[in-house]
């Protein structure tokens, strides 16, 4: 992706800037640094209609009172649209107008060859050089692809989409385009832990294991642009099982506290990063290190 194509994805979702500092920051390369050795671990098979069913359930179980609509237009009707051939403002706004709200969970679930943690919402990206265009449109969604490798952990994958969704509905409230991954991240561990331990520690060694693929992708010290989809990983990987962290060891007040303020980020009421620096969270504080390698010792699977 060049530098223009990066900057129109960043009007259209209302992201503000990149953290370039991030390649230099020594607390991000001692993150970098512990992973080494992680596996991949599989889990048994389920029916894809319990996937949805269980995701749903741990969903409500977290944030029973948020509204869950999203903007929605089949990829039948975006192609029909398409074939009218209008003038690009004209596009969008046809797109605006025959958009309809629906509950994430009613989305439709489309299967591309992939493992249970491959998984993404599909929305739809909309290519000029005109920011004021692209400022109108709004964020329409078309369905969640999940990997066809159905188990239990397709259920972490979906919970982790359904988030992204309900994040990327409101633009603006992510602003640092490296912290997209980090709620998605956050929330399929606690998925996870509502499944059991055993899962928890399933889901982060996983994790763990996509995390070193990525670092093995990127080159140190240089951050260009078509390294950036996987420092995003990294960045708000390491981020978010810091956050985890400091959730799964807090009081029920705290862990109260945390959920009540992902789900004022979620209504498009609270901005990320204001939430992270309430919590220090971020890579000048040092605990992120010793965090991480608690979680590597304490909270992966052992052969
Ligand atoms: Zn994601």
Known sequence: MNQIEKKLKFALYGYQYIDYSIAENLNFQRCLQLLSNHRRYKTEPIAQS???????????????NLNREVLHLPVEEINAICKTLPELDQFIALLNQEARYMDIYQLPIVYSEGLSMDGKINKLLIDTPHIEILNQARVIFSSIELGTKIDYLSVITHVHEVIHGLLERNKGSVKNYLNTELLSNFMEKAAALSMGEDWLKLAISNRLFDLEEKKNKIEFGSLTLDEIESYQYLYSGFLAEFLFDIYQKGSLFLQKQIIREISKILKGDLILEDFLESKEISYYNDDIVKCLKKTIEEKTIKL
């Open 50 to 64: 319990e996937v949805i069913r269980i995701s749903e359930k741990i969903f409500y179980d977290y944030f029973p």
